[in-house]
């Protein structure tokens, strides 16, 4: 069976591209006092851990460029003892596409790194080598796992398999999906072919989730297809999202920071 007819059953939840703030997520980093930052959703706020997803679409001639700049970027976030994870990614279908995925201690570490020198160079890099603006992604994650765990590395032998998958529930069924993975996430978690398991919820839409899943390879990402506690989660992605087939969500991505295997 190939991937691209495994990710066909794949389950998982849900992300938005729609659903984003605009403006640039280093936009701090270049404010002058002057120009005030952009507002943080009152969610957020209340949320002691900053975690963010960021999308951009980066034009052909400059896509090393950029991520280059990301790449440095990654690693002064890791080396900041207030960063938890930061990892970038681009899309195994559509390289112009980049993720930049980071966790901070709080939103004050973070708006505080954004004045970083790697950060800035991001942004100058960015006026130019962007298709469209970028979208930032404010998300909640649910069963949170630690700053060890989210560190945790594939085997230098391994084949690592990155799966984003973006759904929208309908209204009504959000707990029922919560509850039907705070049974599932442990034993996910357990399987010896998962690096990462994460379920997160959209800031500002209480029907948005985002599943972020790393898989040491294709036959562990086979196994936990085969794996019994999916099935509840399937039949959820079955029956109980807006838009039908949940597979249209899925995103299979390349890692290209900080690359760090043990």
Avoid: C
């Amino acid at each position: 069976m190939t991937i691209k007819t495994s990710l066909s059953i794949l389950r998982i939840v849900l992300i938005v591209t729609s659903l984003s703030v605009g403006g640039s997520p280093f936009a701090a980093a270049q404010n002058s006092g002057n120009a005030p930052a952009k507002a943080i959703p009152e969610a957020f706020k209340n949320q002691e851990m900053a975690a963010q997803i960021t999308r951009y679409e980066v034009k052909k001639d400059d896509q090393e460029k950029f991520q280059k700049a990301l790449k440095e970027y990654v690693s002064a976030a890791l080396s900041n003892e207030e960063n938890i994870m930061a990892e970038a990614y681009f899309e195994k279908e559509n390289q112009a596409v980049i993720w930049l995925f980071e966790r901070w201690n709080n939103q004050k570490e973070l708006e505080q790194f954004r004045k970083n020198s790697k950060a800035k160079a991001v942004t100058i890099v960015a006026k130019t080598a962007l298709a469209k603006p970028e979208k930032i992604i404010y998300v909640k994650d649910l069963e949170p796992i630690s700053k060890k765990e989210w560190r945790r590395a594939s085997k230098a032998e391994d084949n690592q398999l990155t799966i984003m998958l973006f759904v929208e529930a309908k209204a009504g069924t959000e707990e029922n999906f919560r509850k039907l993975y705070h049974i599932a996430m442990p034993q996910f978690r357990s399987e010896p072919g998962v690096v990462t398991y994460q379920l997160s919820q959209a800031e500002k839409d209480a029907t948005q989730f985002i599943t972020f899943e790393k898989f040491r390879s294709n036959d562990a990402f086979q196994y936990h297809l085969n794996f019994p506690p999916i099935q509840p989660v399937l039949d959820y992605l079955n029956t109980s999202i807006k838009k039908q087939p949940f597979q249209d969500g899925i995103h299979h991505l390349i890692e290209f920071a900080p690359l760090i295997r043990e």
